[in-house]
């Protein structure tokens, strides 16, 4: 009955444009993917080959296989899982305490701490290059799991987008629990935690993302292989050879898989994230 | 509270300012030290042999590419060189941006003995003075002096003075043909004649006898002027920056003599003999067309070890000499008769301002510099890459994935023999070595490359007109503090 | 009195303010610590490993007399601003198109694909669009099937005049699944009812996208622009894998310069000024937008 509806309403030239429009930004944003996963199951003379590549030649694991064997992948998986789950939750929830505090209407200083906040976001990295190295070793960071959490642990990103979510609930809703006698924490638990969710997953999975591809605060944290993370031990597969006088350098099959084995755990994450994004919630089901 | 911080901030700049200071004024007193002891030859030797005799205690390395693969072999490789060296020997190698940490581990005042760069950062950093003046310690050291060819100390000698060791023996960029599709145009690449016309005939030949309308016979990464050596060699032009008669800084691509070459990429490039791709293409580029599963150029210029790379990519994949066979040429001969070649910029291993044991660090870099130790850098260690007797050695599984290279796959050590015979190819393309020489050592390589490049495709594509554009060239080398006229 | 209400506010929000003590604490110690210590950088002539000496201000006059930099700077904002702009658009077309799926499959598809581009580093696609706008690549391929045997491919990576859209367009494309994710997380907040009362009063599927939709994400696109908005002069890694020589004068941005300065020639005194003025002029970009957007606005 919806469908029948929608297409009455939905039609002509707007459909066509809409259809058109879906379809090419699908092809040329698969694109990508598409040529990694095929040069990743080339055979590895075949992936060395020049120009883009988007059938194969000869199907072969020969690249899945050069990774398996040159790197130890178990380890850096897990220390990746766990920095960046932990760090992520961690992150999220503090992300919230504080979006939650800064839609406080008349909360003094709000507009003084949101630039506070919002300042951290601009800084370049190379202006602080040095100076965070000076902090981790400092701090006794370096070679440790908690430099790799602490570092990147809150970002005014997340509280912006978190501070976002939280102002579209509609404010006769917290005053319907105010007036039901919730204190400021059930309040938040209650009423914002909810409406919010597909938010929260969206700064999770943004923040997830950001935090697994991240190799530069790893790279310089860590010299300790036993703490390296996924891409970071990829990363250091493919360099590694890499001498200026032209030794062997990982073959470009390897280097697709590596990507493939590193992007495979943010897909399934994102899949799953998806539940949350796309069903989303109707505000009738929270207010009874 | 922010206030205090702030404070402690300050404090801690200060501190860190103090610190390095010490380490800066230190440096100082062993430079003039050594400086002033040229006088006197006697006191130096007395003390710095007595220094290496008593090489002991730690010594801790920060590297790119020198070491083991993986955690494994590198704990193997730091037992390797301080059973060796009777030292006890740490190395660190970031994961990777080894410039950004190199950096910041410098900018922090990091705690190393000897620390990987390039010949570019070297200059950067005896410039700031952040590097120990080794000259005297070389000079006394009977392996540093007798192992190494005293053009390699020459050519990394600025200002009379020496601030580091080798890393690797730097090999020269020749001329790669593809002699497989040469043979298929019916010329013997013994045959080519080293000049203009020579290579444009050959290269004429390869295009003739190809049906593949994306085959361009010559390949360059001209974006970053990488590698025209051989073919400016036709005006005597050395790549790079050179130093004129009044002491002044000059680049010879960018002279009006240069001319010639320009003009003739462009009738290549107008004659569909150079590829467009050429503008574009980075050297991984480059080499993907030129592997066996592409064949889509027939000539570039790359490093002599690529000729054995490319050859045994292939043999791996079961194709034999006749499928696929790439040789070497050292390009165009110079108005006097020779041949000019571009070789790589040193890797080296410098000792830092603030390094706590120089003598272990030299002690270290003469290990490298021997037999023993470039079997280490480039073949790996024993019992782990490779099994057997001496003369009869296998590689491990490990060892033949290792591809001879723990750095070094070249070692600095002049008589170095190895210890697994050479890849297909590469000993030919050896054989030009003689016809090589370094980039004079330029801090800001990167400007010259870009400008150089740049203008130099605007010639090529006739955008400008070539005294025009080649004046550009200087001008802008100039204003960016690359050359001096 | 005025301070006397504050303080009494002040006092009436302290549990709130308690809240806020980790972020505050976090951000002074990571944050404005490492950023104090790189400012100071800026007014020395930095000697790694050695004196630095305090040299004033002469590191900015360096940079602002520096032609290099003029031209970065307009580079930055150009393509900076035209990724913004058009990842912008792009992101919004796909979140309207998104809500209009009604297959869920369909739609579960679509929004992952759109995400890809962003899960893959520069290091990937960038190589990916060179060897798309090669002379022997899609491109050419596809005008050579319109304009027969007359065609000469061209190498666009190499022309001055498209280097700047090529950046803006591979720059958004990456982007706009990211921002379309961003935006969809606020459409699908949007009661179900009103759709369905619209529909009753008549309203086809664009004027309810009109007056439904788009208002209720306006406020995720002010959030969206001003974050974003900051980040306009920090493209590198983009510039890193895709420039090259010829059109370098075009596209060669502050932090590649910043990046050649301080990790290629360790000269930190110049790099670390040149950024305090990104910083700076961020801060002013910043600024602006939060102005002319009232973001700071909320329950309005």
Known sequence: MKRSKLSNNLRGGWAVLFVVLAVITAVIMFLPMWNVIVVGTSSTLDSGSSGLKLWWHEFSLEGFEYVFEVTKLARPFLNSLFVTTVGTVIQVFLAALAGYVLIQKELPFRNAISSFIMLTMMIPGDLTLISVYQLNKQLNLLNSYTGLILNGLISGFSIMMMRNYFQTVPYTLEEAARIDGSGEMGIFVKIYMPISLPGLATVFFMEYVARWNSIMLPATLVTDESLYTLPVMLKAMIMSTESTSGAQVAPNNAIMAAIIITTIPLLLIYIFAQKFLLNGISMGAVKE | MQKRWLAAGMAGVMAAGVLAGCGGSTSQATTSAAGTSSSSSTTKIAETTKGTAKASGSVKILSNVTGGKDDEEMALFEKALSEATGLDVTIDKPASDYDKVLMQKLGAGSDYDLVYVTASQYASLVDQGALLDITSYVNNSDILTNNIDPQEWKDITIDGKVYAGFNKKEVHRAVHINNTLLKKAGVDYKTVEPTFDGYYNMLKALKDSSDDPEFYPLDEVMSQAWDLQPFFAAVGAKEGVVIDDNGKKYAPYAEDSAAPVWEWFKKLYDDGLLDPGSFVDKTKDMRAKMEASSQKTAVTADWAAWVGLHNSNAQAAGLTTDDYEIVSLPGLQTPDGTYMLGKGAASLFAVPANAKNVDGAIKVLEYFATQEGGNLLSSGIEGYDYTGTEGNYTQTEIGKKHGNDHGAPFPIYKDYKPLFPYATGIEEAMSYAKYAAIDTIIPNESDFKEIVGKWGIRIIKGEVFTTEGLQSMRDELVERGVTER | ?300
């Open chain 3, 1 to 300: 009195m005025k301070n006397k209400n504050l303080w009494k506010k002040v006092k009436r929000f302290r549990s709130i303010y308690i809240l806020l003590i980790p972020v505050i604490a976090y951000f002074v110690v990571f944050s404005y610590y490492p950023l104090i210590l790189g400012i100071v950088k800026s007014f020395q002539k930095v000697k790694l490993l050695g004196n630095s000496e305090f040299v004033g201000i002469d590191n900015y006059v360096t940079v602002f007399t520096g032609s290099q930099y003029h031209q970065a700077f307009v580079n930055s904002l150009i393509v900076g601003g035209g990724t913004f702009i058009f990842q912008f658009f792009w992101g919004l077309i796909i979140a309207l198109v998104l809500n209009e799926i009604r297959n869920k499959i369909a739609r579960s598809s679509f929004q992952t694909v759109t995400f890809i581009p962003y899960l893959l580093s520069w290091s990937v696609v960038g190589g990916l669009w060179i060897t798309i706008l090669s002379p022997t690549g899609m491109i050419n391929g596809f005008l050579q099937l319109f304009q027969g045997s007359s065609f000469t491919p061209a190498a666009f990576m190499a022309e001055e005049k498209y280097a700047r859209f090529i950046m803006i367009f591979t720059g958004a494309w990456k982007g706009a699944g990211y921002f379309a994710a961003l935006f969809m997380a606020s459409i699908v907040s949007i009661d179900t009812s009103l759709y369905e009362a619209a529909r009753i009063d008549g309203a086809t599927r664009i004027q309810q996208i009109r007056y439904i939709t788009i208002p209720v994400i306006v406020p995720t696109m002010k959030v969206v622009a001003v974050l974003s908005v900051m980040g306009i002069l920090r493209n590198f890694d983009q510039i890193f894998v895709m420039m090259n020589a010829t059109i370098s004068d075009k596209v060669k941005n502050l932090l590649y310069l910043i990046y050649e300065q301080g990790i290629l020639k360790f000269n930190v005194g110049e790099a670390t000024a040149a950024a305090t003025l990104v910083l700076v002029a961020t801060l002013l970009i910043t600024q602006v937008v939060r102005k002319l957007l009232h973001y700071d606005q909320i329950y309005e």
